[in-house]
């Protein structure tokens, strides 16, 4: 039996609904690869091709097991945002053990910032044990473009050097917003003046109310927003389902949007069919032309896991 926590909802005064409400997709659509999990895609548009990072690794075990030790990230493209997309190459594989992500790149979120494309995602080097767990520390940083297509410098050291994980970023004219979770799903938002870092902590404890995860932050007008997965189910009364969450400042008193829901665990093909999906995480939202237009999400149907991009019915102006 799921417990619907019942809390005040909030909506910012004078400000337009937001809405997510999305159509129907092709069976044939999103980003998939035989012989790997895939996972976790991130879009951007670059004149007339969609290209998706998405983490991958291969199938040896039950989902999600393996993704610890054998993600890593890839870039698939097309000429529509929900695809089918091709797969292009690896942009962070395994490197040289005295790097922090030597071993393993995963939870991909892309950005354009000025004249470079920043991507964001979590790495580890199999070497560092959180204290007290058997788990390996993930770390979050960064590698850095000219070009979409690469090459990518990898960033030399983590921006976070505590366990950090699920990273979303905010780019303003005077700061860069980061979130991301620990390991027991505490979430942070750290500052910095450049999207290299420093970072400082700015609020430890983002929302105490129960666990979340898998942000994808974003600003409309005055008010900042995040999107994520209700992992508990106590914000919408549904475990794992996507919610949305705004501040007046993007560092505290975080607050229920109104409507809070943003996706469940249902897709609806154009062939009249419905997947009802084992789990669907990772949201990340494309912006295009300061309107968002798709979501993506990855998909596990209990067999097999992809990207699975969505259109809005109705785009969502970020400056209305």
């Known amino acids: 039996m799921i417990l619907l926590v019942l809390t005040m909802v909030f909506r910012p005064g004078g400000s337009q609904v937001i809405k997510f409400d999305f159509e129907k997709v092709a069976v044939e659509s999103g980003f998939r690869m035989d012989g790997y999990w895939v996972w976790g895609g991130s879009m951007i548009r670059v004149d007339s091709t969609y290209h998706l990072f998405a983490s991958r690794w291969v199938k040896k075990m039950d989902f999600p ?51 470079e494309y920043v991507l964001f995602y979590i790495g580890s080097d199999f070497t560092t044990y959180r204290e007290n767990s058997e788990y390996l520390l993930r770390l979050v940083g960064y590698a850095s473009s000219r070009s979409i297509e690469g090459p990518w410098e990898r960033s030399d050291e983590p921006i976070i050097r505590e366990e950090s994980n699920n990273p979303a970023v905010l780019i303003e004219d005077s700061r860069v917003l980061l979130l991301f979770r620990d390991a027991p799903l505490r979430i942070i938002m750290a500052e910095a003046d450049h999207y290299k870092g420093p970072y400082e902590i700015v609020n430890d404890n983002v929302w105490p109310e129960c666990k979340l995860e898998d942000f994808y932050l974003f600003k409309s007008r005055d008010h900042y927003h995040f999107v994520c997965e209700d992992n508990v189910g106590e914000v919408s009364g549904h475990v794992r389902w996507g919610v949305h969450l705004y501040s007046d400042n993007g560092v505290n008193d975080w607050k229920k949007y109104d409507p809070v829901v943003v996706y469940d665990h249902d897709i609806n093909y154009e062939n009249g069919q419905t997947l009802h999906c084992v789990r669907r995480e ?27 991009p969505v259109t809005l019915k109705r785009t969502i102006p970020l400056d209305p």
């Not at 890593?72 to 040289?96: C, K, L, W």
């Not at 393993?104 to 000025?114: D, L, S």
């Not at 494309?286 to 596990?300: C, F, K, Q, R």
Request: proline share 5%; glycine share 8%; with cysteine.
């Open 65 to 115: 097991r393996e993704y610890r030790f054998d993600s890593e990230i890839v870039r698939a493209t097309s000429t529509s945002p929900t695809g089918p997309f091709t797969f292009e190459g690896v942009v962070i594989g395994e490197r040289d053990s005295s790097y922090w992500d030597a071993n393993m790149a995963h939870n991909p979120t892309i950005h354009k910032i000025g004249d």
């Open 282 to 308: 990772r949201p990340q939202l494309l912006i295009e032309n300061g309107e968002i237009t798709h979501l993506v999400t990855g998909v596990y149907d209990g067999k097999n896991s992809w990207c699975q």
